[in-house]
């Protein structure tokens, strides 16, 4: 069974931070990577950060430099330190895993992908946790 449980949302003034955590049970062997992303009112969900199983990481351009993605030594919790956080950060954030190995094609060439700022790349999520920033 696969669960994937946010926790540490909550509201905070501009400027401030939030750590945000996802409590991960799934099988390690078959994880590939794990993110963060989040959902405004009335606009699409977006990728925030990524991390592979490999420790590879990426981001969002909006919030690099401010957001940091990782997960604890046995990799069962996802964390995503926010700080500097703006009234844009609003959102409802969510984790979600790709079980299954990923990979990009080119030219006939074909490599491991370890993080993915992709909705569509991700196979479970969990429920999401309010973010509000005020001014």
């Known amino acids: 069974q696969v669960q994937l449980v946010e926790s540490g949302g909550g509201s905070v003034q501009a400027g401030g931070s939030l750590t945000l955590s996802c409590a991960v049970s799934?099988?390690?062997?078959?994880?590939?990577?794990m993110g963060w992303f989040r959902q405004a009112p009335d606009k699409e969900r977006e990728g925030v950060a990524s991390i592979g199983y490999n420790g590879e990481t990426s981001y969002a351009e909006s919030v690099k430099g401010r957001f940091t993605v990782a997960t604890d030594n046995a990799k069962n919790t996802l964390f995503l330190q926010m700080n500097s956080l703006t009234p844009e950060d609003t959102a409802v954030y969510y984790c979600?895993?790709?079980?299954?190995?990923?990979?990009?094609?080119?030219?006939?060439?074909?490599?491991?992908?370890?993080?993915?700022?992709?909705?569509?790349?991700?196979?479970?999520w969990g429920q999401g946790t309010q973010v509000t920033v005020s001014t």
């Open positions: 799934v099988d390690t062997y078959d994880r590939s990577f």
């Open positions: 979600a895993a790709r079980l299954g190995i990923a990979t990009s094609c080119s030219g006939g060439t074909c490599s491991r992908v370890w993080t993915s700022l992709v909705v569509d790349e991700y196979n479970y």
